[in-house]
């Protein structure tokens, strides 16, 4: 059977998505590029945003129209799906979230026990490894706890032997999963005396800890983790490990005002205090890539919320910013709230947003470039390399020059 495999969205989805591969691979089945030739293809729905939905469908009803491939769509919009995407042409199956066995079940296959130790090699160059899935909170855009549940952890004998496995064939592990910064918080048990192995680990800093300690050679980066949520320990692991952990931070701030953050129910932080916290590191750490999610004209945002936004994206020293006009998911409660904005103003919101995110990582291009940075080959193209440094940019070299090493040191241009 040939199948044809597609992700949406963040890098959990990706991690989900190289899992059922490798069962289907296991199974005696091909992967294929193309979905024209493939008997099957298998979609890894995102709910984030309304646009994600949009190109589900519209790929789904491709895969219908070129080819005679049958399709399953599985994720996070599957979870949610109340019977539209079952609609569609061609669909096999919806499967709810991406469990393997769950997966070949619904495409007629049995599942092998030889894929249930699989680990998330072959994810592009750089390994993912997925720590947690679900998440505790409410925020009212946010439909993934609907669709993905609750924080459950992964065993840290099971992390440290999937990190080990990966270290194999990459030289960079992102640590990634729906709320990073809560591993271990739904475990009860009291802590050991020891880490050693990984036991007594209860926070996500402790795993880090054990992780660096079990596989030394490797470089971690973290996925997206809460400004408020970098710990001491973490903190301590970014400054004093550099060569273990990649310089950089992905922390969700979505809105700079407080009144704007309560609506959203992002209640574990405020303005100020992720501010405080992104300072305090920032004074730390010489290279320092910083990234942000940010929401433009969420429900009631005001003219001095947007500008108080700003204000704050201004202050910070952010490298980049990734920008996402407020759209209306109906699963989510924001969907409800009194004061939705016209879809022009979110527009030029969001623009101004954008304008911002592009000036400051150009800055800090200009600033970072002919200094060296530790690099990491994470991708080939037409005749070059990809290289990504510890603070998040990408250099490119011609291959030619390229000694075939994984990881070395590379002058950003
Ligand atoms: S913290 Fe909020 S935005 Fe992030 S996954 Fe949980 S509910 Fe969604």
């Not at 059922?20 to 199974?27: E, K, L, P």
């Not at 995407?85 to 070949?104: F, H, T």
């Amino acid at each position: 059977m040939n199948v044809y495999f597609h992700t949406f969205g963040c890098k959990a989805n990706q991690y989900d998505t190289e899992r059922v591969r490798q069962a289907f691979d296991a199974s005696g089945a091909t992967v294929v590029d193309d979905p024209a030739v493939a008997d099957l293809a298998v979609i890894n729905s995102c709910t984030v945003t309304n646009e994600s939905e949009v190109k589900l469908r519209r790929l789904v009803r491709h895969v219908a129209k070129h080819g005679h491939a049958q399709t399953i769509v599985m994720g996070c919009a599957a979870a949610l799906d109340d019977g539209a995407i079952a609609a569609l042409p061609g669909v096999r199956a919806v499967v709810a979230n991406a469990d393997p066995a769950n997966v070949l079940t619904a495409a007629g296959m049995s599942f092998p026990l030889a894929a249930t130790r699989s680990g998330g090699q072959g994810v592009r160059t750089r390994g993912l490894l997925k720590i947690q899935d679900g998440c505790d909170e409410h925020c009212t855009f946010c439909a993934t706890t609907l669709a993905r549940g609750a924080n459950r952890s992964r065993p840290v004998a099971e992390l440290i032997e999937e990190a080990q496995m990966l270290a194999e064939q990459h030289a960079e592990i992102v640590l990634t999963g729906v709320h990073i910064g809560t591993y271990g918080l739904d475990r009860s048990s009291p802590p050991a005396a020891t880490r050693r192995g990984g036991q007594g680990v209860r926070t996500f800093g402790q795993l880090l800890e054990s992780l660096i300690t079990a596989v030394p050679t490797v470089r971690f980066r973290l996925g997206s983790v809460e400004a408020t949520e970098v710990d001491d320990t973490l903190a301590g692991l970014l400054i004093e490990a550099p060569s273990n952990l990649a310089a950089h931070l992905h922390a969700p701030l979505q809105s700079g005002a407080n009144c704007v953050l309560k609506r959203m129910g992002r209640h574990w932080y405020t303005a100020e205090s992720y501010r405080a916290r992104i300072e305090w590191l920032a004074e730390r750490l010489p290279v320092f890539g910083l990234g942000a999610d940010v929401i433009a004209g969420f429900p009631g945002e005001t003219e001095d919320d947007h500008h108080a936004s700003l204000t704050l994206l201004h202050a910070l020293p952010f490298t980049y910013l990734h920008v996402f006009p407020f759209s209306v998911r109906p699963d989510a409660p924001a969907a409800r709230l009194p004061g939705q904005l016209r879809p022009e103003v979110i527009r030029d919101r969001a623009r101004e947003l954008r304008e911002l995110g592009e000036a400051k990582a150009a800055a800090y291009r200009e600033y970072r470039r002919g200094q060296t940075a530790d690099g990491v080959v994470t991708g080939h193209r037409k005749g070059q390399i990809e290289v990504m440094t510890e603070d998040y940019l990408s250099v490119y070299l011609d291959t030619h020059v390229w000694d075939g090493r994984p990881r070395f040191e590379v002058t950003v241009n």
